[in-house]
């Protein structure tokens, strides 16, 4: 599976391997949920 670059306006980038099919879905920042203060509201 290709390894696609995503950005979060609040944490900043991050990359994910994803499916060819699924590179426009929004995928949650992950940081999200995080105990120690990571990101609570975005998604890219």
Same mark, same amino acid.
Do not use: M
């Given at each position: 599976m290709p390894t696609y670059?995503?950005?979060c306006d609040s944490?900043? +980038?991050f990359d994910l391997t994803r499916p060819m099919a699924a590179v426009a879905a929004s995928e949650p920042c +992950?940081?999200?949920g995080e105990a120690?203060?990571?990101c609570s509201?975005?998604?890219v």
């Open positions: 670059p995503y950005r944490c900043g +980038p +992950p940081a999200f120690d203060g990571g509201d975005c998604l």
